[in-house]
């Protein structure tokens, strides 16, 4: 960055030198021309001096810093884009993406509630240029298709970019929930075993999926399908915000190829898949419990104390947080009905002024109602969707230090195998059996092999996940910024709203006579 500024214009005082560079004696020499004369000539050498020293201080200095991103590792293959780090991209079409219609302050559909910014678009500030370009994903008007148990939602799927990987500038596709499930487990199985921290879309809901199936009523399965709406959005955008996910080829085909996608083994608990994966969980489990290995570096060990500390504190925020929305609401509804009830009273009060006085309340009172539903609904969408966002997260990054932990037992375990044919070939050595010694230093070498390749697994997955981890720090910080500040901003503002209110309705009161 660079910081450079102009000398500032010489004014009368400075061109002169008198008040700037006057000598304290000359009051007291007037009389003396001589020594006056002398006392100039200093005050001449002095500005000349001066206004050197500060052309060198103003002289402009500038220096710049670049950043790289570290490619994907490991030995398996991945179909993924990569988007250039340091070479600007340019829009391909810029007319149609103005800066201000790629801003990510959004506000949701159905809502007021301004969702946070950094939330809504693909920016990350930390990895420089590869993020000046912009993916904005909204998921918008659920719709319900078929009757009964066969029925299922589809969600309207708008995306805005100006990276140059996609082929529009602007697409729209249609997913049902199945579509957003195979998309994670599609990158889980690339990313996630070398050390990527993958998002968590929202968890699969039996009884609200029934409930919106078997009724006939949308208004009674509205909340569930708004509330798994902005959960598949966050899901999206997080995916665009992360550096190696957004370049995927199945991502991107998931974002800009309207049909049919395959089907994930996921969307059925009673599937094949579905009980393979429920055995490997169990298996994960008793692998921890029967094989406790000791950590071997105390950053991993202290971060996984943080970690489990901050899960526990999320889930109790967002356990009050639920309280304090059914209450808002319930709150909510009295208010209501109380309006209600001043109303019929001021419909049958004979006192004119009284009357009047009670339906203004109860007109300000339903506006109240109104405004604490509002806040009910910011409780809800602002902060206790982020901190249940969080959750997920943390489980993501939990996943992500068992593959660690995986290979850092596999590494172990062929040590262990290697200790053991060196043992076997000793013992073949001290029985004579010789033409076995040479099968035997076969294998040694390519358990060497395995020991080596396991290690440099180890010490790579390593090296990624703390990338992962201080990327989910920073996003972190600038989340919950981002959602308190708003979350503040919204009670200020109804705090606000309802002083104007009550400030309204005492001319009316003073008026009962």
């Known amino acids: 960055m660079e910081n450079s500024r102009e000398p500032p214009p010489p004014t009368d005082e400075d061109s002169d030198g008198d008040d700037l560079f006057s000598s304290p004696t000359t009051d007291a020499i007037d009389n003396n021309e001589e020594v006056e004369r002398v006392s100039v000539d200093k005050k001449d050498n002095k500005d000349d001096s001066a206004k050197a020293l500060t052309e060198d201080k103003l002289s402009p200095d500038s220096g710049c810093e670049s950043a790289t991103v570290d490619s994907l590792i490991g030995d398996s293959e991945v179909k993924s884009v990569p988007v250039p780090s340091k070479e600007p ?71 805005r970019t100006n990276v140059k990987i996609f082929r529009s500038c602007e697409m729209t596709v249609t997913r049902r929930f199945s579509d957003f499930l195979g998309l994670h487990e599609r990158l889980v199985e690339s990313y996630q075993c070398r050390g990527k921290v993958v998002p968590q879309p929202p968890e699969k809901s039996v009884l609200g999926m029934t409930k919106v199936k078997m009724t006939k009523d949308e208004t009674g399965s509205l909340d569930f399908v708004e509330k798994r709406r902005a959960a598949l959005e966050r899901f999206l955008n997080r995916i665009a915000q992360h550096p190696d996910l957004r370049g995927d080829r199945y991502f991107i085909d998931f974002l800009e190829v309207d049909g049919d996608l395959p089907k994930s083994s996921a969307t059925s608990a009673l599937s094949s898949a579905g009980i393979a994966r429920l055995f490997g969980k169990v298996g994960d489990s008793i692998n921890k ?139 073949l050595e001290q029985q ?15 358990w060497e092999q395995r020991v ?48 104007t209110y009550w400030e309204s309705f005492i001319p009316e009161a003073k008026q009962i006579v």
């Open 89 to 159: 991209q340019e829009s391909i079409c810029p007319s149609s993406l103005p800066a201000d219609a790629l801003k990510g302050d959004e506000t949701a559909p159905g809502s007021s509630i301004k969702l946070p910014e950094k939330a809504q678009t693909g920016k990350d500030e930390e990895v420089g240029d590869e993020f000046a370009s912009v993916i904005e994903i909204l998921v918008s008007d659920p719709k319900k298709i078929g009757d009964g148990m066969n029925a299922y939602v589809v969600y309207k799927v708008t995306t």
């Open 289 to 427: 419990i029967a094989f406790t290995l000791s950590e071997p570096d105390q950053w991993f060990e202290d971060k996984q104390e943080q970690i489990d500390g901050l899960d526990h504190e999320l889930k109790q925020l967002h356990a009050s947080l639920e309280t304090l929305v059914v209450h808002r609401r319930e709150l909510s509804q009295n208010i209501g009905q109380f309006a209600k009830s001043i109303a019929v009273l001021g419909s049958v009060e004979e006192n004119m002024a009284l009357s009047k006085a009670l339906s203004a309340l109860a007109d300000i009172e339903t506006k109240v109602e109104q405004l604490t539903a509002d806040q009910a609904d910011a409780d809800f969408f602002v902060l206790s969707e982020l901190v249940k966002d969080y959750i997920n997260l943390i489980q993501s990054v939990k996943d992500t230090l068992n593959e660690r932990m995986k290979m850092y037992r596999l590494w172990k375990d062929s040590e262990a195998t290697l200790a053991k044919k060196h043992e076997a070939k000793a013992k």
């Open 432 to 446: 004579r059996k010789l033409d076995k010694v040479d099968l035997a230093e076969q294998e040694i070498q390519e």
């Open 452 to 499: 080596a390749k396991s290690q440099e697994g180890f010490e790579e997955i390593s090296k990624t996940i703390r990338k992962e981890l201080a990327h989910f720090e920073r996003q972190k910080a600038r989340d919950f910024k981002a959602t308190i500040v708003n979350y503040l901003q919204t009670m200020m503002n109804n705090q606000q709203q309802l002083a």
